[in-house]
């Protein structure tokens, strides 16, 4: 190994039209400007099969991209994973699967929890379909759907499609007295789909709409839907709790006993509603009385914590990951990020892996972030981790470092250009800090990102001009900066994976055989 090397992950910024919803191509970054123009640079694809999604038209996530980035190889994930084990039967032939069913035959209902839409995020609305007419197969008689609202992967309003799609089928499967409803629901930054335990009241709000009942009542998720962007003007991730109502009552709370499957496969905003219904000992709010139900989540999220106990579709198992690799040759590793990227600095990037590799050979730092709404803080915690990241490269103790900045992902869903143009100029006011420091202790220095997102802020939708929430389908940068060594950067079509075995290469490091080829 001839020199130490920090890897900069820039996450949700991708290469843009240039135009003028390209946050990153308006926001004034001559640090990133410089970069592009002067070093060694490719462009990596960052979404659909090169982070083992079904297809090109799914967006890339910071969860895959972040298993991709660490362990340079593509395995199947979330929708793909999902998608297989539902055709070829697996999942509906599990132990798990045939429990649930069991319970709700025997005097129980069954709930099903999740985000409703086709975004392939989080979830995806075909597969709660699917599972609902399994369900009606069997002979599950009373089966009810807390949906939340999403917004943020798809177009920002396009929640009563969704809606639209989910009662075509109800109506359907109420045939020959079943009763197959939806039951609650609420906008997805409102309630249940909080990660890392950034505000467990939005945990709780979910709590008290699913479980319990308690919220305002409509006659339809769709007349909750229209009459809250009519009072509040909310798009659909912001949209308040709704609970369906007959007669005066609640059409289905999640009682006691039944069975209740969360249908969302990535893991991050799983993990919180999932230990709400999954343990015993619970104490971040009230569960009033509350004494447990047959829970399962679509995958486990994270199997070190064992949550949730069970689970539909066995995760990947990803193994030699870089951190793996690295830790066998002795390198130590430093790791940084704020609370709302540190699981992916972490858990992700080891294979979905909770803990170390090596005690010895690895540090972990993670920056609280504040509860509050991003476009009220765009800077976030960017000082903060550049401080971090600082201090450890002046330390000496580390040969590999990584960090990352959420700013361009988290900032970017929130759909406020301003905030997010200054974002990204706080993303590269910390690069040009990095960078100094590299040129200082004499660091490699790469950089790159996880998906796009602030690069692609508004979208045509039915012929109109409409804010965007989503990630894009751009390409994602890859440059390598160093004031003492050249490097040339091979022509080819990479994708993240690419870059684990650059890294390794960069040290000298004979890469496994499974991984993907480097690009230097």
């Not at 900069?8 to 135009?19: E, L, P, Q, T």
């Not at 400007?33 to 999604?53: I, R, S």
């Not at 709790?241 to 007669?247: C, G, K």
């Not at 700013?407 to 960078?435: P, Q, R, W």
């Amino acid at each position: 190994m001839e020199k130490p090397i920090v890897l900069v992950i820039m996450d949700g910024v991708g290469k843009g039209d240039g135009g003028k919803g390209d946050a990153v191509a308006v926001a004034k970054t001559p640090t990133l400007d410089h970069l592009l123009a002067t070093c060694p640079h490719t462009y990596l694809k960052a979404h659909g099969t090169a982070v083992g999604l079904p297809s090109d038209e799914d967006m890339g996530n910071s969860e895959v991209g972040h298993n991709a980035l660490g362990c340079g190889q593509v395995y199947s994930q979330g929708a793909k994973l999902v998608g297989e084990s539902i055709e070829n039967g697996v999942l509906f032939a599990s132990d798990t699967w045939k429990d649930l069913v069991a319970n709700a035959k025997d005097g129980k209902a069954m709930h099903f929890l999740g985000l409703l839409s086709d975004g392939n995020v989080h979830s995806n609305i075909a597969h709660l379909m699917a599972l609902l007419r399994q369900a009606k197969a069997e002979g599950v008689k009373k089966a009810y759907c807390h949906i939340l609202l999403d917004g943020r992967d798809v177009p920002a309003t396009s929640a009563l499609t969704y809606v639209e799609q989910l009662e075509n089928l109800l109506d359907e499967l109420r045939e020959d007295g079943f009763d197959y409803a939806i039951a609650s629901g609420g906008g997805r930054m409102q309630v249940t789909m909080d990660r890392y335990e950034a505000n467990w009241a939005m945990v709780e709000k979910g709590w008290r709409t699913h479980v319990q009942g308690i919220g305002r009542q409509f006659a339809s998720a769709a007349e909750a839907i229209e009459t809250y962007r009519a009072e509040t003007g909310c798009i659909d991730q912001d949209l308040p709790a709704f609970v369906v109502a007959r007669d005066g009552a609640p059409v289905a709370k999640i009682e006691n006993g039944d069975s209740v499957i969360l249908f969302n496969f990535r893991g991050d905003r799983a993990q919180e509603i999932s230990l709400a219904f999954d343990r015993k000992e619970f104490d971040k709010f009230d569960r009033g009385d509350y004494t447990g139900v047959k829970f399962a989540g679509m995958l486990q999220y994270d199997g070190d914590l064992n949550i949730p106990e069970n689970y539909l579709v066995q995760p990947p198992v990803i193994t030699n990951t870089l951190t793996e690799v690295l830790c066998a040759a002795g390198i130590s590793e430093y790791a940084v990020s704020e609370t709302q990227k540190y699981g992916h600095v972490t858990y992700f990037w080891n294979g979905n892996r909770s803990g170390k590799v090596c005690e010895a050979l690895e540090t972990y730092e993670e920056v609280p972030s504040d509860v509050i709404p991003f476009e009220q803080a765009p800077a976030m915690k960017s000082k903060e981790i550049t401080e971090k990241m600082l201090s450890a490269m002046a330390s000496g103790k580390y040969q590999f470092l990584r960090c990352n900045f959420p700013n361009g992902d988290m900032v970017g869903h929130t759909g406020v250009m301003d905030a997010v143009v200054y974002a990204m100029e706080c993303v590269d006011s910390s690069l040009k800090a990095i960078m100094e420091a590299a040129d200082k202790y004499g660091y490699t220095l790469l950089i790159t990102a996880d998906h796009g997102n602030a690069d692609q802020m508004v979208e045509v939708s039915k012929g109109k001009e409409a804010v965007r929430t989503a990630h894009s389908l751009n390409p994602v940068p890859f440059i390598i900066y160093d004031k003492e060594k050249t490097f040339s950067v091979k022509d080819g079509a990479f994708g993240l994976a690419n870059v684990a075995p650059t890294v390794v290469k960069l040290f000298g490091i004979t890469a496994p055989a499974c991984w993907e080829e480097s690009m230097i």
